[in-house]
């Protein structure tokens, strides 16, 4: 079986309809209680954490997810004893062997309540924001969790000493003051070998003066940085008439929602006491004498290294003014501003059950719930509670996730890949699960302000983590719709789906369709695109308005033509319409090259196969011009075959996704490899030894037990940061032996 290390041993997963809770050695399953035995730690215990949570960077920066699936698998697991088809080609057999062991191995990692757990992991700047919560507000993590979070930190640490914007980035001043006053704040010695040659990265590099907007942000709220240096929030723009194309309504709704609360911090100049630990980390961090620092000067000071975007004239000459208004701020029109931002921070609160909307705005809410109410206010021990959703724990240590998950994104996806074929069916157990989990997590009530706080309505829609998270999501929707409807299809279950809710599925697919035709994320887009203008973080692009994206399109196309051939009689006209839409404005993505450019995950091979995936999808069935449809699949196959490695594979880095341009990896990615496979099946390439060698490489990759393994990072948001999702290595590589013995076995 898997190695299991002691150490791992005392952490154990519990699950409670989606949520996710890592307890150290719990007394019970029940996850509320997963608290008790986190501060009883012992010093052998820790030092076998530092024993047994010793992580190679080096090789790969990425976990294998080892401590959950690892001890799952010890647990539970068994060969699959059923009745596997038989090939008289001995080649084909191989790939039906493989397929039911993939899918066998992986059912195995599914919770009773019938979703995918895994790493979510990669951002490096989340988990420092939680700890600036934790420590303002006196409320220190257990010492379980405290050295896991040093364990992950220091094991993260590049070879120059810096910490990058993500595990596989270069160092970066953000994420090396970021890791390095976390690393203080959870006990680590100023004197520690890592932490001696991180201070010299920074100071060789100019000193925390020159951290991202973000990073000044939060080391003003540690009284490590001066409110002065920081451009102004204005929060009296949350009081601006809401047709306005700059009310910040209009902005995708997470930097809505990050801006928000740190509108609130800033208005309040939130800010920890002095003490010896902030006194010392001043000198530490930066080059200067911090009392003598001209922190005016420094408000759009950045490091060369961290700087992704260039502030526009437009956001200078809009400083110039915010910041002059500084000076002398008009009082009473404050004060309405701090009540609305607070109401609104309560509202998403209370929508999301003290979850929120990702982890940055979780930190910063919890921040200014604290703020105004204190600590022992029924707020913020709600706010406390939910930190625990987003923490992760592989042996590279204790993390914190991009999300809550992504339980229901995963199991849409898992679902769709096992039913591809008949050999999914031999798993019906498993489907029956899947479906109740995704069941259960449709959203089917409204919120009672969700109008007055700019909530897109959401009755029928599929959130991207849990139905507590609550934020409805176009792509997650299709994607849930499509597994729900593969599900009926399959005869395995009984709809507990009705009709009524599928249609509402399908309204709120509708309702998120762009002018342009394509669909965006959580909401319409609600400004032009001029308002990136105004974009303030120096390290992420395209982040002030919900764009229409091509995998977010394609998904909702897919659904769409899924669902007309079911129901045909419903909304003829205006589903066709949508369709027609969606598919042109594919068409107007795809590049020159043939690929599509990948805004959510790595990267050309991602998004060309959701692309193709759509157009093949439609064509033939009068959405469309054929000749157009077919001359776009050429395209698209034509660039994949032109990037297939000399192995049979594909491979790309995340410098796609930053640098816009496809960038090879040195070795073939099993999840690149089964995008690109996916693709040319849907396509119908002709030259099938194409495919059969990208599928020997699936084969070749995958372990005894059924598993592929963790390779290079393969999500990304907002071009220039990545994001770990362990159960692609899974999903996809199943999906695409499934589709293969499905068409040629």
Known sequence: MLNVKPGWKNWHLLTEKGRQIWAFKPDSSDINDHLQNADKITDEEIARFAEDFQFDKSGNPNSGDKVFRNTV????????????????????????????????????????????????????????????????SETPFPRAHQEMMKIYLLNHQNQDAGWGMHIEGESTMFGTVMQYVSLRILGVDNNHEQLVKARTWIKTNGGATGIPSWGKFYLSIMNLYDWQGFNSLFPEMWLFPKWLPVHPWRYWCHSRMVYLPMAYCYAQRIKAPENDLILSLRQEIYNEDFATIDWPKQRNAVCEKDCYTTPSPVLKWMNFFTNAYEKIPCGWLRKRAIAFILKYLNAEDEQTHYINIGPVNKAINSICIWHAFGKDSEQFKKHTARWYDYLWVAEDGMKMNGYNGSQ??????????????????????????????????????????????FRHPMIGSWPFSTAENGWPVADCTAEGLSATLAIHYSGLVHPAIDDIRIKKAVDVILSYQNADGGWATYELTRAPKWLEKLNPSEVFADIMIDYSWTECTAACVISLVEFHEAYPEYKNSEIRNAISSGIHFIIKQQKPDGSWYGGWAVCFTYATWFGVEAISKAKGKSFYDDDVLSASINKAC????????????????FESCSKLVYTEAETSQSVNTAWALLTLMAADFGDKSIIESGINVLLSRQTDIGDWPQENISGVFNYNCMITYANYRNIFPIWALNRYSSRYV
């Open 408 to 453: 229901l994104w995963d199991t849409a996806f898992a679902t769709r890949a096992m039913l591809e074929s008949e050999c999914g069916k031999l798993f019906p157990k498993t489907i029956a699960k899947s479906y109740e989990f995704i069941e259960f997590s449709q959203i089917k009530s409204e919120h009672s302000t969700h109008a007055e706080f």
């Open 73 to 136: 698998i010890n647990s539970n697991f068994r060969e699959f004893d059923g009745k596997i088809p038989q090939s008289e080609n001995p080649e084909a057999q191989k790939v039906i062997d493989a397929l039911i062991k993939g899918i066998n191995y992986y059912a195995y990692l599914q919770t009773e309540d019938g979703n995918w757990p895994g790493d979510y992991g990669g951002p490096l700047f989340l988990l420092p924001g939680l700890l600036i919560a934790a420590y303002i």
């Open 638 to 653: 034509t660039f994949l075959v032109n990037k297939q490695k000399t192995d049979g594979g594909w491979g790309e880095t």
